[in-house]
C-alpha cells in the first residue's frame, strides 16, 4: 500500500463509503437511522488517513509555519 496517491485513498474510500451505504439501506430500508454515522467516520478516518500519510511522508510542518507567518504579517 506504498503507492497509494491521496486520489487512490479518495476513490477507495468513497467506495466503501457507497457500499456502507447500501448496506445500511438494505438493512435498514431508509437513511433515517445512526448507522449513518458509520459513513461519516469513513469519511472522517480517509481524510486522517491521508493526511498523516502526508505528514509522514514529507516534512510539510515547517512549510506551513512559515506560511502561516507570511499570510499573518501581511494581514497585520
Known amino acids: 500500500?506504498?503507492?497509494l496517491t491521496a486520489a487512490k485513498?479518495?476513490?477507495?474510500?468513497?467506495?466503501?463509503?457507497?457500499?456502507?451505504?447500501?448496506l445500511i439501506f438494505y438493512i435498514k430500508g431508509n437513511f433515517e437511522n445512526n448507522l449513518q454515522y458509520i459513513v461519516y467516520?469513513?469519511?472522517?478516518g480517509g481524510i486522517v488517513w491521508t493526511l498523516f500519510e502526508y505528514k509522514k511522508n514529507t516534512d510539510a510542518l515547517p512549510r506551513l509555519k512559515y506560511y502561516l507567518h507570511k499570510v499573518l504579517s501581511i494581514l497585520l
Not at 485513498?9 to 457507497?18: A, N, R, S
Not at 467516520?41 to 472522517?44: A, G, S
Open 1 to 3: 500500500m506504498k503507492n
Open 9 to 22: 485513498k479518495g476513490l477507495l474510500i468513497g467506495v466503501i463509503m457507497i457500499v456502507a451505504s447500501f
Open 41 to 44: 467516520f469513513l469519511y472522517v
